[in-house]
């Protein structure tokens, strides 16, 4: 079985901050990894994946990630966090050999400071 | 535009009142789920469809059914909703492909007193 955690359930900056937001996986093969978005009051977006190759990973809004596969971890990472950045973020993690099954971690609230 | 449109937004009902939760995506996905959000859970899956007419329970089905009649619709339906039914519901679908990412719907807040 697969699973998620992400250490950090809340997490408090100040605008230009660097943000880094933990995550490490369960799972015995290949897996594809992911990091969504959940900005207050909306569902659920693509922030960025990995599938293979690079372990450094950029997604969208200046948001990366690096999956270390030693460590089972894909932590997010944000040079300079914007009071925009505030939402909800999610780690998830879907096992390469098997079905399309997705699952989350309990979700890392981040608020930014003006 | 393609997306997962879920009605109602808002739902409040009491318990026993059967009720039903539909998802549609336009995007001919053949991947479709059903996730219930609840402070500090996170996402749990409650039913998953792989293509029509082929669903299966996720990791929290009691409680819930669901159908798949048609690609683009996957409804989920509470034949006797209870208190601990009340949560945030999220529809999303993708490509069947592992890995593909999901596509998530705006979500359906359900209180059941």
């Known amino acids: 079985a697969q699973s998620v955690s992400q250490h950090n359930h809340h997490v408090i900056l100040s605008e230009a901050a660097s943000l880094e937001l933990g995550c490490n996986y369960s799972y015995g093969g290949t897996v594809n990894l992911f990091w969504y978005v959940q900005y207050p009051g909306q569902h659920l977006q693509l922030l960025l994946k990995?599938?293979?190759?690079?372990?450094l990973v950029k997604g969208i809004k200046g948001f990366e990630a690096e999956f270390i596969k030693s460590k089972f971890s894909f932590n997010l990472r944000k040079p300079s966090v914007q009071w925009s950045d505030t939402a909800e973020y999610f780690c998830a993690v879907n096992g390469a050999g098997g079905y399309q099954k997705v699952t989350f971690g309990t979700g890392t609230k981040l608020q930014v400071i003006p | 535009e393609a997306q997962v449109t879920q009605n109602p937004r808002y739902l409040i009902t009491v318990t026993g009142k059967k009720l039903t939760v539909t998802c549609s995506q336009n995007?001919?996905?053949?991947?479709m789920s059903w996730y219930r959000q609840d402070p500090g859970l996170g996402l749990r899956q409650i039913y998953y469809?792989?293509?029509?007419?082929?669903?299966d329970k996720g990791d929290v089905p009691e409680g819930y059914k669901v159908s798949r009649k048609e690609k683009r619709n996957f409804p989920l339906i509470l034949e006797s909703p209870s208190p601990n039914q009340t949560s945030l519901y999220f529809c999303a679908s993708s490509l069947s492909t592992v890995g593909s990412p999901l596509h998530f719907g705006n979500g359906t807040r359900l209180t059941v007193t």
């Open positions: 990995y599938f293979s190759g690079d372990p």
């Open positions: 469809s792989m293509n029509v007419e082929v669903t």
């Open positions: 995007m001919n996905h053949e991947y």
